[in-house]
């Protein structure tokens, strides 16, 4: 296989989790009695531009349906973390309503009805019907399309060229990269800003999240590869952030190479240092992840085989695409695991992909009192921790498997 950057061959493997249906295939009743896609999920590192990416078997049109299940606006503590960079983002680039935000991956309107809330014209681009939608029932401009060089020049063309754009969590699940990118080019107005969010490689490896692998993350990201691709295609990184979400994030700043004027900060050139010293930038960072991935999935089964055992009742919480990866690399079914409680309504009553565990409201949990509650999206412990509370009237403890086998 070649770099879907820079089209170098590809051959130093990172991480091989066997084979897996796409992980946002939620399954009907009726679908159980069919059989499902499979493909093998394997993840390769160019030495040349440390691009780490999967081997592609999906196309993007098959993983973003017109029945994605994945809904932004499910979680709490995100939506508190979108409003507060919308206000940030505001002040710090002095958006008004005279200028125009377009976000990349709008989802079900998270993130822009808090800068719509503001009077400031905003468009979203989103492919899956289901997510679009929900944001235009939030009474969001809406455009139903994949975004890239096309459809930038469209929006340009339509006066819809942008001051502000943002990308959260989309950068990674792109195939064609350098088209996506360098559409960012074209929608930006001369001394516009183009933000992105996106898990970070250096905290995916030193957390052990290996289950954030899965068919639509088509690439995995350090500043590295980022900087790369990014001048690549037109844009220049000015400044960076660390965040918590999603086990460890980063949100890049970047403006047009051939207009912006904002000054590199000091952060840009920190991270890319921080990342070279442990290594990113060498084939060896990267050969040991197999190992541990196993060691994690397999500290994980060796509880849930001991439960059952035991005689203990083991569910789970969050129907996240990280579980699916978790529970299909682990061989897990619906004897070690009864169900996987979730607040979407898009995915109750449907089952896992691969696992066929069944999804049902947060309800079964009080009403079958399982032993153990298995939080998937471990990202969220806190915030699922505290709205399940109650569960501890009974003596039922939740558990982690990433980063390490966590019971409490």
């Known amino acids: 296989m070649n770099c879907r950057h ?40 160019c030495e040349r531009c440390w691009l780490v990416q999967t ?12 029945e994605y299940a994945y809904f932004s606006a499910v979680s709490r503590s995100w939506l508190e973390h979108c409003e507060r960079f919308v206000g940030d983002a505001v002040r710090r680039f002095s958006i008004n309503p005279t200028m125009r935000v377009v976000e990349i991956a709008a989802n079900d309107g998270y993130l822009l009805q808090y800068v719509a809330a503001r009077g400031i014209p905003c468009t979203g681009i989103e492919p899956t019907a289901s997510t679009a939608a929900a944001a235009r029932a939030k009474g969001l401009e809406i455009v139903e399309e994949f975004f890239g060089r096309r459809l930038a020049q469209s929006l340009v063309d339509g006066d819809r060229a942008a001051e502000l754009t943002i990308a959260n969590n989309v950068l990674a699940h792109v195939p064609d990269i350098n088209d996506f990118v360098a559409g960012f080019t074209i929608l930006l107005k001369h001394d516009g800003v183009a933000t992105f969010e996106f898990p970070h490689l250096l905290r995916l ?26 001048t690549a295609n037109g844009l220049a990184i000015f400044d960076v952030e660390e965040l918590a979400t999603h086990g460890g994030s980063l949100r890049v700043f970047a403006q047009r190479k051939d207009s912006g004027r904002r000054p590199r900060e000091a952060s840009v050139d920190a991270l890319l240092h921080n990342e070279n010293r442990a290594g990113m930038r060498t084939g060896e960072y990267y050969r040991g992840f197999q190992a541990t991935a196993e060691r994690v999935k397999n500290d994980f089964l060796r509880f849930l085989l001991e439960a059952k055992r035991s005689g203990k009742t083991v569910a789970a919480y969050g129907a996240a695409a ?10 897990v079914r619906p004897d070690l695991l009864a169900f996987v409680a979730d607040r979407s309504p898009a ?6 992909p691969g696992s066929r565990i069944p999804i049902l409201d947060e309800d079964a949990i009080a ?11 471990w990202n969220l412990r806190t915030e699922v921790c505290s709205q399940l509370e109650y569960v501890r009237e009974w003596g039922c403890r939740f558990v982690t498997a990433v980063p390490e086998l966590r019971v409490t």
């Open 367 to 377: 009403a079958r009192r399982p032993d153990f509650v298995v939080i998937l999206p």
């Open 6 to 45: 820079c089209s170098s061959p590809v051959a130093l493997q990172f991480l091989d989790l066997g084979t897996a249906p796409p992980s946002n295939a939620y399954l009907s009743a009726a679908a159980l009695r069919a059989p499902e896609r499979w493909y093998p999920l394997r993840v390769f590192v």
């Open 322 to 331: 990280k579980g699916n990866t978790l529970l299909n690399f682990a061989g």
């Open 347 to 352: 995915k109750q009553g449907r089952f896992m």
């Open 205 to 230: 490896v030193a957390g052990r999240q290996f289950d954030t692998v899965y068919h639509e993350h088509f690439s995995y990201l350090s500043l590295t590869a980022v900087e790369r691709i990014f």
């Open 55 to 66: 081997e592609d078997f999906a196309r993007a049109d098959e993983l973003f349906d017109p």
